[in-house]
């Protein structure tokens, strides 16, 4: 693992973290090195750190914290990786990676949006004596801890076609990422229905969630579909009650339906669940201000300036 550093302005900092296996992860830090705390966050399949732009801008009244953005391996500007390390295993590593480049000392706070959720999990698997330490604070949004493919659209993992089109992506990947740009102009409403539910959005919205998409190579959109498919990571939620721990999820969420948020919750003590009404599975893009309200407390939380009750709430 080795980190090289471009200074964009005092503010926005890139870097290239290389990972155990030698693939380039792309990099941005805002905010002070000197903060309390660092906030990473991991963002979603087919998805790139350019997700939680509006999150992160409503951040900058928590100016205590200093955030950090990576692109998964496959994903934007990071590059791209074997097929076989297309798993949550390795982004559990990636992010240790990560972790120990840019944040080596003080405490940390992990936030993942969908797959980045599991990628938390998945590194809370890894690496359990860290959670209280190391890791001081646990954001879910969107996500699932296991179950994907038994609720809402992940139910379409258990096709038989999923397989056939993993096949043919490892046989004819370059006839394979043409289809993939003809289908996402022909399948945009069912896409725009999964991930924003019901709810009118703004265009501005849709034109970053859909370049964010069709630029993700179809290698990458399959590599990680059988990973998802058997999922579980229900066994690291116990270990979440040290910290504080926040589940946000969207009321019209298609993907990962609120059942599977309420089940984390649940299973958390005191976590802190928010349901924010009419926004799908986007979220982090719809409603950019409750979310990061909800991380803002979340902070307050790992901080302890403010007395917080130690219970379960629920947000509209």
């Known amino acids: 693992m080795s980190i090289s550093r471009t200074t964009a302005s005092t503010a926005h900092r890139r870097a290239t973290v290389r990972t155990a ?28 750190a350019e997700s939680w732009t509006y999150v992160r801008d409503a951040m900058a009244r928590y100016p205590g914290a200093r955030i ?15 097929r076989r390390t297309y798993h949550l295993e390795q982004l559990g590593r990636d992010l240790r990676d990560v972790l120990d480049a840019v944040a080596p000392t003080g405490p940390v706070v992990l936030v993942g949006h969908s797959m980045g959720g599991m990628t938390v999990l998945t590194y809370v698997s890894q690496h359990p004596y860290e959670i ?5 604070g646990v954001g879910l949004i969107a996500t699932a801890a296991s179950g994907l493919a038994d609720a809402g659209f992940g139910r379409l993992l258990h096709n038989p076609l999923i397989s056939l089109f993993q096949t043919a992506v490892r046989v004819a990947p370059t006839l ?12 945009a409403p069912i896409v725009r229905a999964a ?23 179809i290698v990458t959109m399959a590599g990680f579909l059988s990973s998802f498919a058997t999922y579980d990571q ?25 059942a599977h948020s309420v ?28 979310v990061a309200e909800a991380i803002g407390r979340l902070l307050t939380r790992v ?10 709430s629920l947000a509209a």
């Open 234 to 258: 229900t066994a690291a939620l116990g270990v979440l009650s040290k910290i504080p721990t926040l589940v946000v999820c969207g009321a019209a969420d298609l993907m990962t339906p609120p």
């Open 68 to 82: 950090v953005c990576y692109d998964h391996r496959g994903h934007g500007a990071s590059a791209a990786a074997p």
């Open 303 to 312: 901080s302890g300036t403010r007395t917080h009750p130690r219970r379960l």
């Open 132 to 136: 209280g330490t190391r890791i001081v």
């Open 195 to 217: 991930e924003f539910g019901d709810r009118k959005v703004s265009p501005r919205v849709l034109a970053l969630a859909n370049a964010m998409h069709n630029q993700t190579s």
């Open 21 to 48: 296996d030698g693939i380039a992860l792309a990099v941005r830090e805002y905010g002070p090195h000197d903060a309390e705390s660092t906030v990473v966050l991991l963002h979603g399949h087919c998805l790139r």
């Open 263 to 290: 089940a984390i919750a649940a299973a958390v003590d005191y976590a802190d669940l928010v349901l924010i009404d009419t926004a799908g599975h986007s979220v982090i893009l719809e409603q950019p201000v409750p």
């Open 176 to 187: 394979m990422q043409r289809a993939k740009l003809l289908a996402c102009k022909v399948f």
